[in-house]
């Protein structure tokens, strides 16, 4: 099964390799599934990690060890055909009182184009998937 992973996700994916207390309610069957699926990021992703580590002014070994990390994904771009799906989504994201950035609707666009599981930890992702012709897994982020 071919994933894409959201931001929220991956950030929550990799502290729980660092730091797995509070990850326990994930249930070793869904890791399970997700670490046998390859793996994919929209490159929305990518550009908001980057962000994240420019504002919060990691040093160099940091980023470098970050970035790496990203690696380990492949990084999906922004393709014309997810346009009118980013559109859709959009429009219909007023109507059932959604509120979601366009960032959050580049991922979920490339995953419903790409028929791709997208995996995340947004509560926004969430209440957008029943406009979603794919599954949304969400994954609760430890409190």
Sequence with gaps: MNLICDT??????LRREE??????SWGGDVLGWIEESPWAVSIVTVAEARYG???SGWGNTRLAEAEAR????RWIPVRHRYVGE?????????????????ND????A????GER?????????????????VEVVFLAPPV
């Design 8 to 13: 929220s996700f991956v950030g929550h994916f």
């Design 19 to 24: 730091r797995p207390v509070g990850y326990e």
């Design 53 to 55: 580590y420019l504002s």
């Design 70 to 73: 990203l690696r380990r994904f």
């Design 86 to 102: 980013w559109a859709r989504l959009r429009a219909a994201s007023p109507r059932r009182g959604i509120a979601i950035g366009d």
């Design 105 to 108: 609707l580049w991922i979920a």
């Design 110 to 113: 490339t995953a419903s184009v």
């Design 117 to 133: 599981v997208l995996v995340t930890c947004d509560r926004d992702h969430q209440r957008i998937a029943p406009e979603l012709p």
